[in-house]
């Protein structure tokens, strides 16, 4: 970006403590970079008023919540976790389309958040809205669940009021300005996540059954494929099933498949050229470790005509 980083915090802290004057802040955290980034802003602009809330969907990867409290440990952010899992899994059942998904999760998220402003007696919702999210909402390439005014949707029909600091930003940059408040490497430098979660990693209907397999496989595949750096790996649960051996007789199993991507900004991608030995170790792994599975394939599109994720 043309300013510095530091001159961006400068800046966006500076914004914050006036706009917010003496009132109550809540701030979304999920775990990754821009959720991180946007909470140490918020923190630095109005202190022991901010109040963090980590949301738990039921859509998150393995271990989230811990991994969000260890990163935010140097920072003495209090991280308060709310279960609402049968709150989305109701929100979604039945819908398999897409966007329809996103749109449930998208009203279901900001229904939660607008409570807790309530309880909290709070003003404002502080989230890591970043530009691509409403770049690809505004586009039609699918429905980001974090963004609403840029779309017409007022923030104050959920009763919210929403900051978002860095929404003038792409990942790069928001990683930079990571970089410059001091948030963890580990944080700065990981894989971006999708806001609705897992459930945009299952073709289909995202039930708890079918979350629970994408979950395990998608941590496989972080695991496998860390050393590669990416900047995104994930799994993908299909709907069809194909055909598989299980105790020499043939029988019908899941299908996943891995994607792994290179990219600056997640606005154009390419394929991770990753070896075969490691793809090879990946599907017996997969298999092997999740027995309902019985096929694993790797995905070589670029976006475009692809997007990154699935949904």
């Known amino acids: 970006m043309a300013k510095t980083d530091k001159k961006f915090i400068e800046e966006k802290v500076s ?11 809540v701030s979304a955290m999920s775990g990754g970079v821009d959720s991180a980034a946007a909470t ?3 923190h630095k602009a109005v202190g022991n008023n901010l109040s963090v809330f980590f949301i738990d969907t039921g859509f998150m990867r393995q271990d989230e919540y811990e991994n969000v409290v260890n990163s935010m440990k140097d920072y003495n952010i209090k991280i ?9 899994f109701s929100a979604l059942k039945g819908i398999s389309d897409p966007e329809e998904k996103r749109k ?6 900001y229904s939660v958040f607008g409570n807790i402003l309530k309880q909290e007696k709070a003003s404002y919702l502080v989230q890591g809205t970043i530009k691509a999210d409403v770049i ?22 959920y009763g919210l009021k929403i900051i978002e600091p860095l929404k003038e930003l792409y990942k790069d940059d928001v990683r930079n300005v990571a970089k410059e408040l001091g948030l963890q490497k580990t944080i700065y430098e990981r894989m971006p996540f999708p806001g609705p979660g897992l459930s945009i990693r299952v073709i289909g209907e995202a039930t708890k059954e079918r979350i629970g397999i994408v979950r395990k496989a998608t941590y496989i595949v ?3 494929l860390k050393d590669l750096r990416p900047f995104q790996a994930f799994a993908v649960l299909m709907n069809d099933k194909a055909t598989g051996i299980k105790n020499n007789e043939r029988n019908y199993g899941n299908i996943i498949i891995i994607r792994s991507v290179k990219s600056k900004n997640a606005m154009t991608a390419e394929p991770t050229e990753v070896p075969f030995d490691i793809l090879q170790k990946l599907g017996k792994r997969i298999t092997s470790e999740m027995p309902e599975v019985v096929r694993v394939a790797y995905e070589i599109t670029s976006k475009p005509p692809a997007t990154i994720e699935y949904e």
Request: no cysteine; net charge negative; aromatic share 6%.
């Open 222 to 224: 972080e695991q496998e």
């Open 104 to 109: 449930a999760f998208r009203n279901t998220f």
């Open 136 to 157: 690809e909402t505004k586009a039609g390439v699918k429905t980001q669940h974090n963004v609403l005014e840029q779309i017409g949707i007022n923030p104050e029909s």
């Open 80 to 88: 308060n976790l709310i279960d609402v899992k049968e709150e989305f």
């Open 40 to 42: 140490v802003l918020a």
């Open 15 to 25: 914004e914050i403590k006036e706009l917010v004057g003496i009132e109550k802040v």
